[in-house]
């Protein structure tokens, strides 16, 4: 089983205002389901759960569920946070099974450095910053490593070219494209259309401003003039 014991209590009333005070008490209600269980409402600590969540696994990360003394394996699938302080709302946690394979999105992190894109000028560029794979429970990798040292200007990186662990599989098209470099001219060109576009937007804004300010004045007149 995995490392981490997170306890789960069932003795929760599930609806918001219910849920509002289970969590002014310290507590996140969540839902548990999978493998043969029977959707259940729960609650768990949330600075237990803000730890679990905390190790390099990230949120992909195996936990041993521990509901009424029963021990599950299980992920969190779904996390909910509040919109205002960004704190945990709500998490739906999936009972695994540790021979069948799961789905989880692993990030990618760039090691290396391309310089040949350096001598060019160009940037490189990271167009996919996780990606989706398929293996069991215990073979969740923390991150894939994306080598760019041998990328060249104008240069691609993709699915297809990545080295995945034994056992670990995607589903994605091999062609789509993990990191580009884009040559020096194209940066500039790219800095130049920006800033164009910004140009014209600023113009773009005062316009309607302006307008804006002339129809209060107008309004204010005539509301001076009928009084």
Not at 52 to 61: D, E, I, K, P
Not at 116 to 139: E, F, N, S
Request: glycine share 10%; hydrophobic share 40%; proline share 5%.
């Amino acid at each position: 089983m995995p490392d981490i014991v997170l306890a789960a209590d069932t003795k929760r009333s599930t609806g918001s205002s219910n849920s509002r005070r289970l969590r002014h008490t310290g507590r996140v209600p969540a839902v548990v389901y999978g493998h043969g269980i029977e959707a259940t409402s729960v609650s768990v600590d949330a600075r237990q759960l803000r730890s679990a969540l905390s190790t390099s696994a990230g949120t992909n990360v195996v936990l041993e569920l521990d509901i009424e003394g029963t021990h599950h394996m299980a992920m969190a699938k779904v996390i909910d946070h509040h919109p205002v302080r960004h704190t945990i709302a709500h998490v739906d946690f999936l009972v695994v099974n540790r021979n069948e394979k799961v789905t989880a999105d692993v990030p990618l992190t760039l090691i290396g450095d391309a310089e040949a894109v350096k001598r060019d000028g160009g940037v490189v560029d990271q167009t996919m910053h996780t990606i989706p794979l398929t293996m069991l429970p215990g073979q969740i990798p923390d991150a894939i490593e994306v080598d760019v040292t041998d990328l060249e200007p104008g240069g691609f990186i993709r699915v297809g070219d990545i080295k995945l662990p034994a056992g670990v599989e995607t589903d994605l098209d091999p062609e789509t494209p993990v990191v580009s470099a884009a040559h020096a001219s194209e940066v500039g060109e790219e800095i130049s259309a920006e800033g164009e576009a910004a140009a014209e937007g600023e113009a773009a804004g005062e316009a309607p401003a302006e307008g804006a300010t002339a129809e209060a004045t107008d309004g204010a007149e005539s509301s001076a003039e009928g009084s």
